[in-house]
């Protein structure tokens, strides 16, 4: 369909719902005479007159009502296939490559991106899971979700959700051992830490409280890793308490196989934080993942703002 006639339509569905000729000049930022002059041309070409009008009436004609019903249709289609055409136009695409902390990759991180990819196929994904904080962007990494405030110069930052610290055992440990009732008696248990790559730094500063009152408690583990997925194997199989992040054991937590430890305290907040190089943060395949996770980390119900 020729420009022209795309916009003849366009005008004569202004000009039957404005209802007038002076009240279409108006809402077309015209004046009265072009009106009358476009609608002349129009009714011209078809060979039918379009709009019965004279000093006290305006109306479409019958030809003119099956024409505006018409052009309704007509343009609605044209709007929506133009539309549709320029979304395809800028649908992300390409490769995405993400790194994420081993738990929170695998159980979190890992799900969505299965949703992700089937709403947008056009996207190669890869998923990339290390011990928190061993990610970099030599790594060639699109976007790194981190637990804790990144440090990377030059970096954009995104705060995604945040959780806590929660101390957890088994009810098999607790039955053995019996419930702590305060911080302090968590070191008459046996406690399970986590070390720091690299530097072997050892996690052993819990930090509990309820609101008001806050302890730091320091540990002596009988059991300790690097590993967050082993650390929390072994609270699972019962060989003692361990201060591990909601998000991670919230599932143990509903079903049974795991308790809480000093149920009205909770250990310090934690932030969930996307890192992206400043050259990637423009593309729309990011910026259409961070998008999506971003409803999606919140309403999973142990994430919050």
Known sequence: MADDQTGDLRFFISLIEAGSLTAAARSLGSSPAAISRHLARLEKRLGSTL?????RHFAPSETGRVYY??????????DQLESEIAAAAHAPRGSLNVGAPVEIGRYQIAPFIEAFSLKHPQINISLAVAAEGLHNFSDCLDVILRLGM?????????RLASTTRVLCASPSYLARRGVPASPKDLLDHDCLCLVRNKTMTLLNKWVIGDGMDTDIVSIKPRLS??????????ILSG???GYKLLCDVHKDLENGQLIRVLPNMRGETIDLYAVQ???QHARASVQAFLRELKPYIQNLGFFYL
Do not use: F, K, M
């Open 150 to 158: 990144p440090d990377e110069a030059g970096a954009v930052v995104t």
């Open 277 to 279: 190089p400043t050259r």
């Open 69 to 78: 019903e018409n052009a309704l249709g007509i343009v609605a289609e044209i």
């Open 225 to 234: 890793t690097t590993s967050a997925e082993i650390l929390h194997d072994w």
């Open 239 to 241: 060989q003692g308490i």
């Open 51 to 55: 709009v019965i009008r004279n000093t």
